[in-house]
């Protein structure tokens, strides 16, 4: 009893799909190439432009699986042709961000600067020195390397000083009272 996923996966054109039957699944676009192993119980049929992903049975961990392929694959589409952006903010006196060829060094606060290398397929942009954004097909490699740059100087809650993502909202805290 095959169940077909609810919403599709629509291929546009100028990218290209390939499902090996070993369950991986290689997505080719005009920003590049992505490749992932799928789970071999889920199945990933191609016609016409559109991507329908079934499972063989209703059982929990077959349902979950196939969530999850689904989104992998369609972050992969996704990423292959607009590709995925995370904006970070570097909030306090003299903190700031600096390009050093493609690697991001930053000054905030420690006696030496933290260079942060990219991953490869990951890219970094500094519009100005307390704003920065993390490019990249993958979507997962975009947030991980957000996530480790943000790790750097984490917000504090008693002045908000730190890096954090656009639109992330830092509880404050009342400090000491005379």
Same mark, same amino acid.
């Given at each position: 009893m095959s169940r077909i996923g609810r919403k599709p996966i629509e291929v546009p054109s100028g990218v290209t799909v390939q499902v090996s @039957?070993? #369950?991986?699944?290689?997505?080719?676009? =005009?920003?590049g190439t992505l490749e992932q192993q799928v789970p071999v119980r889920i199945q990933i049929v191609q016609e016409e432009g559109v991507l329908n992903v079934t499972r063989p049975t209703d059982r929990g961990d077959d349902r979950a699986l196939h969530g999850l392929t689904r989104t992998l694959v369609a972050n992969m589409v996704e990423g292959v042709t607009k590709g995925f952006e995370k904006h970070l903010e570097i909030q306090g006196v003299g903190y700031r961000a600096q390009l +050093?060829?493609? %690697?991001?060094?930053?000054?905030?606060?420690?006696?030496h600067s933290v260079t942060i290398t990219p991953r490869s397929g990951v890219?970094?942009?500094? @519009?100005? @020195?307390?704003? *920065?954004?993390? +490019? #990249?097909?993958d979507k997962q490699a975009v947030g991980?390397?957000?996530?480790? *740059?943000?790790?750097?100087? @984490? =917000?504090? =809650?008693? +002045?908000? +000083?730190?890096?954090?993502?656009? %639109?992330?909202?830092?509880?404050?805290k009342v400090g000491k009272r005379a």
């Open positions: @039957p070993g #369950g991986t699944v290689n997505v080719q676009g =005009p920003l +050093k060829g493609a %690697d991001l060094e930053l000054a905030v606060g420690y006696s890219s970094f942009e500094v @519009p100005i @020195p307390t704003q *920065i954004v993390v +490019k #990249g097909t991980q390397i957000a996530a480790e *740059i943000r790790k750097v100087r @984490p =917000p504090e =809650p008693y +002045k908000g +000083k730190g890096i954090r993502y656009r %639109d992330e909202q830092v509880r404050r």
